[in-house]
């Protein structure tokens, strides 16, 4: 069963538009992640938070923001949505890394996946 | 910096068969190792997880094992399916940026009825 949700599932939207991605999970993680992949290629890290008013850019450079006032919600923001953006996205979460030892792995949502016209 | 790299990109073959997917990363400082499968157009569901201190984990017909001295993780698929068709990705978990996990390109199997 999915413990972490993303919605929409499929979202065509004109450009200017902004929009939110939502995703919220279930498991009380308090690492959450933000993954871009274009059709056949790879997933590149764009936002990631460790926890509560802590938000970080990954390794790929994005036009997007993000939030995280409650644990179990990660939205992520395009104030003005391009072609360029048209893409999907893969939320994420997983256990912290205490001490030397990661116990948990990574548990993703179905995606969003994003046309802008 | 971390690479993953998997071998080979796309791998096709006949029902039955037993396979093996492999996956090699560059930095051994790994926390654990994880595989998924990826459906067209579809999220990521995790297949295995490999802690760094372990040397292999199975599920099924699927068997992952670890050598993180070489750099070297493989997937085993025992009597492939049609069902088994989709791209099969490994990733490593960071252990001194606090957990980010990075990817390889993954591989597209495709088993044939």
């Known amino acids: 069963e999915a413990d972490i949700y993303q919605t929409p599932r499929y979202l065509v939207i004109g450009t200017g538009k902004k929009i939110t991605l939502e995703c919220s999970q279930t498991m009380g993680h308090d690492k959450m992640y933000w993954y871009q992949q274009d059709p056949g290629m790879e997933l590149h890290l764009i936002h990631y938070?460790?926890?509560?008013?802590?938000?970080e850019k990954g390794d790929l450079s994005s036009e997007s923001t993000v939030s995280r006032i409650r644990t179990e919600h990660f939205p992520l923001t395009l104030e003005s949505a391009r072609p360029s953006h048209t893409s999907q996205y893969l939320c994420?979460?997983?256990?912290?890394?205490?001490?030397?030892?990661?116990?948990?792995?990574?548990?993703f949502g179905s995606g969003t996946r994003l046309t802008v016209v | 910096k971390q690479e993953v790299t998997q071998i080979p990109a796309a791998l096709s073959v006949p029902e039955g068969e037993n396979l093996v997917l492999n996956c090699s990363f560059t930095?051994?400082?790994?926390?654990?190792l994880q595989w998924f499968r990826q459906d067209p157009g579809k999220g990521l569901t995790s297949l295995l997880l490999?802690?760094?201190?372990?040397r292999e984990q199975t599920s099924g017909r699927l068997n992952a094992s670890l050598d993180k001295s070489s750099g070297r993780s493989t997937l085993y698929i025992a009597a492939s399916q049609p069902g088994d068709s989709a791209t099969y990705l490994c990733?490593?978990?960071?252990?001194?940026?606090?957990?980010?996990?990075?990817f390889g390109q993954g591989t597209e199997l495709s088993v044939k009825p």
């Open positions: 994420a979460s997983s256990e912290g890394v205490t001490g030397l030892i990661a116990n948990y792995g990574y548990t």
């Open positions: 990733a490593v978990r960071e252990g001194n940026q606090g957990g980010k996990l990075i």
């Open positions: 490999i802690q760094s201190s372990q």
């Open positions: 930095d051994s400082a790994i926390y654990n």
């Open positions: 938070s460790y926890g509560v008013n802590s938000t």
